[in-house]
């Protein structure tokens, strides 16, 4: 007789807790947090084996909202201690949520530094180009000129681009989606848990009170087909609402093509290389206002993956390495230091 017995696959109400989830009604992170539990089970990871780490700001309210491990640390260091958590645990799936003020304003130090040392996480970036929790104040991604509450003349910053600066930072992976992306973001969400090292991914969010309408452009049916550019590995860039448009280099410098005329087709355009660093800064770089004539489309997806060595996975080689030659340390020698006297 057997005494063998199955655990039921998790579901996304398994990720759900008790809590009340305290965001204004119609903001994006609703829509988010719906994406990332419907994501969890297929992950295939125990709860109790998968860590939520967030800052301070709106979107750090995550860990209180998913059943599993977490932390709601303190403003923009999120990173860092998701970065000590993984070094010590590096068996752990590890998770960041944080906002474009926590993660580029007061964190950014952090940021760029995780990014570089490729410890095996997840960012989740929610950028709604705004400062919410503190009632609209402009933020690093607002636009220039931005009118708010802490810039009533205009911003005269220049905003920072995410998906730039992280493959500026040599991050790993880079990806962007955004919150009403139903079948994409997922999709996004499930690459960077398979990608071994640190995966950035920009998550463009609607704040209905302090920013609505933000990326409409790129979020309502009637105008997404024209504004959006979904990019996929080998396939080529072209969009519009019958998909004849595609983006050709003319040198580094990308321009629009009209597929029906000049004898142009798919198989003449821009093919899609994760892998091509180059090309990948050129994608970042498609930043145009939407109200600019013949302005470039804004792209979705995976714009950049690199396979290196993680950080904990070089830190554990070092120690071994290490003790192999020098031995098990003493922590009483090495408080003592070398320099000890005795008073007598």
């Known amino acids: 007789m057997s005494t063998a017995t199955t655990t039921a696959p998790l579901t996304a109400k398994d990720f759900k807790t008790d809590q009340d989830v305290r965001w204004c009604p119609g903001c994006g992170d609703y829509s988010i947090l719906a994406q990332t539990h419907r994501t969890l089970p297929d992950l295939g990871i125990a709860r109790e084996n998968i860590v939520i780490v967030s800052g301070i700001g709106c979107s750090s309210r995550f860990p209180y909202y998913t059943n599993t491990f977490g932390m709601h640390s303190i403003h923009g260091r999120?990173?860092?201690?998701?970065?000590?958590?993984?070094?010590?645990?590096?068996?752990?799936?590890?998770?960041?949520?944080?906002?474009?003020?926590?993660?580029?304003?007061?964190?950014?130090?952090?940021?760029?530094?995780?990014?570089r040392r490729n410890f095996d996480v997840n960012i989740l970036l929610f950028n709604n180009q705004i400062y919410g929790l503190t009632k609209g104040q402009y933020s690093p991604t607002s636009e220039f000129n931005k009118v708010t509450k802490s810039t009533p003349f205009g911003s005269i910053d220049y905003p920072f681009n995410p998906v730039a600066l992280a493959i500026g930072c040599d991050a790993t992976f880079v990806a962007r989606s955004m919150d009403v992306g139903a079948k994409h973001l997922p999709e996004i969400l499930k690459r960077a848990n398979a990608h071994k090292g640190t995966s950035f991914v920009e998550i463009y969010q609607n704040c209905n009170i302090f920013n609505d309408g933000a990326f409409m452009s790129y979020t309502e049916k009637a105008t997404q087909p024209e504004e959006t550019l979904f990019l996929e590995h080998g396939k080529p860039l072209v969009?519009?609402?019958?998909?004849?448009?595609?983006?050709?280099?003319?040198?580094?410098?990308?321009?629009?093509?009209?597929?029906?005329?000049?004898?142009?087709?798919?198989?003449d355009v821009w093919i899609h290389d994760e892998t091509d660093l180059v090309k990948a800064q050129i994608l970042a770089r498609f930043f145009d206002n939407p109200s600019k004539p013949n302005h470039l489309p804004r792209p979705f997806g995976v714009f950049f993956v690199n396979q290196r060595p993680t950080y904990e996975e070089l830190l554990s080689e070092q120690i071994k390495s290490v003790t192999q030659k020098m031995g098990e340390g003493d922590l009483d020698k090495l408080l003592r230091g070398r320099e000890v006297w005795e008073i007598k």
């Open 78 to 115: 999120a990173t860092a201690i998701a970065s000590g958590l993984k070094a010590a645990r590096p068996d752990l799936s590890v998770w960041i949520v944080t906002g474009d003020g926590d993660g580029l304003s007061i964190g950014g130090n952090h940021m760029i530094h995780l990014l």
């Open 239 to 267: 969009f519009g609402a019958n998909k004849d448009k595609g983006i050709k280099l003319a040198g580094f410098h990308p321009v629009i093509v009209n597929l029906n005329e000049n004898g142009d087709s798919a198989n």
